[in-house]
């Protein structure tokens, strides 16, 4: 008897994981999953509502992360929809693979800034003084696209006049810390575990007890914010539509509000 | 059994690790309270659906655990036989195994392209990073705790008890039922509270099997972890002092089950 009830309790459990991962069959609205760059975190909330809204039957399910690590999860059969990032590569490398289903499609712009935590510990004034020796300075992962992104700002800042020759090495002694993701280096700042990060303007504008020091436009670099539908999805034609409606005036008036710019 | 006098020297060497071991946890939860929000934060969309989460994927892996756990803690404590000692390394491994570690190698054989990831297709079965991978997770870290118990307490039960049974014509079913599982009963009922917990504190394993989707795979852990990066502050302290209350929770009730005092005497 205990047995029996034992074996319908451990099928019915299993009966029922199986129903909450059942794909489209199920009745009720629509689920599309979208991963999203952690910097889109608060702009995915505001698409998700209007989206949603305007789109009746549809349900958005968002996970954020950094983008490579993402793409990694797609990579290993992670079930989104689609993916957004915060580059062209990471997109790129999903339809290189095979994994993509049509082009990767740019959808948003945005640019570099500098933040320090309001008191400002390290006396940061402009963006030289992160090569100052005992700065400490926060970052994201070396494949993280923010890293790369700020890399390429650093060696143009570092051909600047009155830049140090060395300035990106200094500024990279200087790192104290590697973050998953670029709002967790927000974070950092925002706790004051760190001095100066280098992330971008729309973390900058949604950070709280954090200052701006601009990057010169000269060294700034236009990050292109890039998604792609992914070919295992079973729900590609909606995931198209979500892209398309994010690359149009809807979709840009909303990203737009949190500081996102149209990619060139 | 007699109480030695405390000695002063000896508080004070034992106070700093104390300490050290009460004051985070104290500040956490003197934090949540003092702040106020706790319970705005606690009604959060995102820790209201970790919450849920959390609650089922742990009853679900417990059920799988209880199932498949008991024959197996059974068959540890009642048979001799060649291999048994390096069954009960395998099973133990997952205990010391780092859970990063296991959310690795469930992967490679879980995964779509795992060893067994084709045969799942097959069946239409897709594990990786959906609700079905948080319970693998679970399990796969959790159910040690249980058999180790169980096991331990199954083999406590004097056979004299058992052989007593049968001479009165139980079958194996009903001995078990009624005097071997009852009289074991404590080490069982402890080890699926230690399992329950270790399922319900599960972070590695799960967020490099199952991911991170908010309602599908985030678990209260994981919300601990995304909210802090996110910069949430509250949420993530919201979400860890739920966690401390069942941490506290499944203590005392161990305690209840009198395993803990067991282990009192011992030292008294």
């Not at chain 1, 029996?4 to 199920?26: D, F, I, K, R, Y």
């Not at chain 2, 417990?62 to 068959?75: D, Q």
């Not at chain 2, 972890?225 to 002092?241: Q, R």
Request: proline share 6%; hydrophobic share 55%; glycine share 10%.
């Amino acid at each position: 008897m205990k047995r029996t009830g034992g074996l319908l309790a451990l099928s019915a459990s299993l009966a029922l994981v199986g129903g909450a991962c059942g794909g489209p069959a199920s009745a009720g609205p629509m689920e599309l999953t979208v991963f999203a760059a952690a910097s889109l975190r608060d702009a995915i909330v505001e698409v998700e509502r209007s989206y949603e809204a305007a789109t009746p039957g549809l349900d958005l399910v968002v996970a954020t992360d950094s983008s490579t690590t993402l793409r990694a999860q797609i990579e290993q059969g992670a079930p989104a929809d689609l993916f957004l990032a915060a580059d062209d590569r990471n997109p790129a490398a999903l339809a290189h693979a095979g994994l993509a289903d049509g082009p990767p499609v740019a959808f948003a712009a945005n640019w570099l800034t500098i933040i320090v935590p309001s008191d400002n510990p390290g006396r940061i004034e402009t963006p030289r003084d992160l090569a100052r020796d005992g700065v400490r300075v926060i970052a994201a992962g070396d494949e993280v696209p923010i890293s790369r992104y700020a890399a390429e700002a650093v060696t143009r800042l570092a051909a600047l006049p009155d830049y140090p020759a060395d300035f990106a090495q200094r500024y990279v002694a200087n790192v104290v810390s590697r973050e998953e993701n670029v709002r967790a280096v927000v974070a950092r700042i925002e706790l004051g575990e760190g001095d100066a990060a280098i992330v971008y303007q729309t973390d900058a504008r949604a950070a709280t007890g954090t200052v701006d020091i601009a990057i010169p436009d000269e060294a700034n670099i236009p990050a292109t914010y890039t998604g792609v539908v992914i070919a295992a999805s079973a729900q590609s034609a909606a995931a198209h539509a979500l892209l398309a409606w994010l690359a149009g005036p809807d979709g840009r008036a909303v990203l737009a509000s949190f500081g996102f710019g149209s990619p060139r | 059994m007699t109480t030695p006098r405390t000695r002063p020297g000896l508080v004070l060497v034992t106070a700093p690790l104390v300490a050290f071991l009460a004051l985070p946890i104290l500040v956490l939860v003197a934090r949540a309270v003092a702040g106020g929000g706790l319970l705005e934060a606690v009604a959060r969309p995102a820790v209201i659906s970790a919450l849920g989460l959390s609650l089922g994927t742990t009853a679900v892996s417990l059920l799988l655990t209880l199932a498949l756990g008991t024959p197996l803690a059974y068959l540890l404590a009642r048979r001799r036989f060649r291999g048994a000692l390096l069954l009960e390394t395998v099973i133990d491994l997952p205990i010391v195994l780092p859970p990063s570690v296991a959310g690795l190698a469930l992967l490679l054989v879980l995964g779509q392209r795992g060893v067994l990831g084709g045969a799942l297709e097959i069946v239409g079965l897709t594990v990786p990073f959906t609700t079905l991978a948080v319970i693998v997770a679970q399990t796969f870290v959790a159910a040690p705790f249980y058999v180790r118990s169980a096991r331990a307490g199954l083999a406590a039960v004097d056979r004299d008890v058992e052989d007593a049974a049968r001479a009165d014509g139980a079958s194996e079913a009903q001995l078990f039922r009624l005097v071997t599982a009852p009289l074991a009963g404590a080490a069982l009922a402890a080890g699926a509270v230690m399992c329950w917990s270790r399922a319900l504190g599960e972070f590695g394993a799960t967020i490099m099997f199952a991911g991170n989707v908010a309602g599908r795979t985030q678990t209260l852990p994981l919300v601990v972890y995304s909210e802090f990066g996110a910069g949430d502050l509250d949420a993530s302290i919201a979400a860890a002092s739920v966690l401390v209350l069942a941490a506290l929770g499944v203590l005392v009730s161990v305690r209840f089950l009198r395993f803990g005092r067991a282990l009192d005497t011992r030292g008294g």
